[in-house]
């Protein structure tokens, strides 16, 4: 049973530019939740989707935002990329609270 | 303030070492998580707890409700055991809070 699948594992973009990172969810579960990792620091939560429906947000900006499938997948979009949001973007998924298993998150980088 | 703090930040440890760390948090939850990251990321689930203690080969871990604070320990450290240690709550409404982290280095 495959867990938590993220891609692109890496990416590196330039300023200003978008990006998508995607997540499938381990099966069986339908809550999606991201977080930013910058280096040194604890992951930070940036929304969580449940039902095709953003259901919680974190403190980040709108150029944050995302999209679930009705497959229960879901997509991270980030625009007019800056140099801080070079990170390490991770995906947990969940059926009930206390089953989050994590993604191997995607590897960003801004240049 | 943080609503999860990790103590130590940074371990240094000789193999074979008993090896302790500690996580407080502030907020009410519904469960801890303690979790292990490699370099590169991957993050890796090794306890949930609710209550009282939990084992799993070399790795214990306990938590206090009323003191609201948790302990990770490693009995008979390895140098496979290095990496980063992540504390994370998780409150009723399924949302997570995250320490920043123990780097555990275990020498030869």
């Known amino acids: 049973d495959a867990g938590v699948t993220q891609s692109p594992t890496h990416l590196i973009k330039t300023r200003g530019q978008q990006v998508t990172l995607r997540c499938s969810p381990k099966?069986?579960?339908?809550?999606v939740s991201w977080y930013q990792q910058a280096l040194g620091q604890g992951p930070q939560f940036i929304f969580q989707?449940?039902?095709?429906?953003?259901?919680q947000r974190g403190n980040f900006p709108d150029r944050f935002s995302g999209h679930q499938f009705p497959n229960y997948s879901s997509e991270l979009n980030v625009n007019a990329l800056l140099l801080g949001d070079s990170a390490l973007y991770l995906c947990a998924s969940s059926l009930v609270p206390g089953t989050d298993t994590f993604g191997s998150g995607t590897r960003l980088t801004v240049v | 303030k943080n609503e999860v703090e990790q103590s130590p930040q940074n371990l240094t440890a000789q193999e074979g070492e008993f090896i302790t760390i500690n996580c407080s948090y502030s907020?009410?939850?519904?469960?801890l998580h303690w979790l292990q990251q490699h370099p590169g990321g991957g993050i890796v689930s090794l306890f949930m707890l609710s209550s009282g203690k939990k084992k799993h080969g070399r790795l214990i871990a306990t938590i206090n409700i009323q003191e609201k604070h948790s302990s990770l320990h490693i009995t008979a450290s390895h140098p496979r055991d290095s990496a980063v240690y992540i504390c994370?709550?998780?409150?009723?409404?399924?949302?997570?809070?995250f320490g920043t982290g123990t780097s555990l280095t275990v020498i030869p």
């Open positions: 907020v009410g939850i519904s469960a």
């Open positions: 099966s069986g579960h339908d809550t």
């Open positions: 994370a709550v998780e409150n009723t409404g399924n949302q997570f809070y």
């Open positions: 989707y449940y039902e095709e429906e953003e259901r």
